[in-house]
């Protein structure tokens, strides 16, 4: 069974950092695109970055210089590292695989505030 599990979020003020984990489980996980999205309170769930299964990475335009993802294939684990963070951070993120599987983990919240 494919299963997502995010965590690494919390509370914190702008400027500050955060390390979101995703551990992922029943996928051929070195052979994935792996990507992080986001969804803020009232709105559509968002793209965020995409990390290849050959290591390239894609960012959106507002993360781009703040946020760096990476994997891990021997623990079937993708990162992402959030530097800077302002309010509009704030989301619930998760993360899947590129295109999205049909399962998705619960998120994990994070909350900026300024």
């Known amino acids: 069974q494919v299963q997502f599990v995010e965590s690494g979020g919390g509370l914190v003020q702008a400027g500050g950092s955060l390390r979101l984990s995703c551990a992922t489980s029943?996928?051929?996980?070195?052979?994935?695109?792996m990507d992080w999205y986001r969804q803020a309170p009232g709105k559509r769930r968002e793209f965020v970055a995409r990390i290849s299964s050959t290591g390239d990475t894609t960012y959106v335009r507002s993360v781009k210089g703040r946020f760096t993802t990476s994997r891990d294939n021997a623990k079937n684990t993708l990162y992402l590292q959030m530097n800077n963070l302002k309010s509009e951070d704030t989301a619930v993120y998760f993360c899947?695989?590129?295109?999205?599987?049909?399962?998705w983990g619960q998120g994990t919240q994070v909350t900026v505030s300024s």
């Open positions: 029943g996928i051929a996980f070195s052979g994935e695109h």
């Open positions: 899947n695989t590129g295109p999205p599987n049909s399962n």
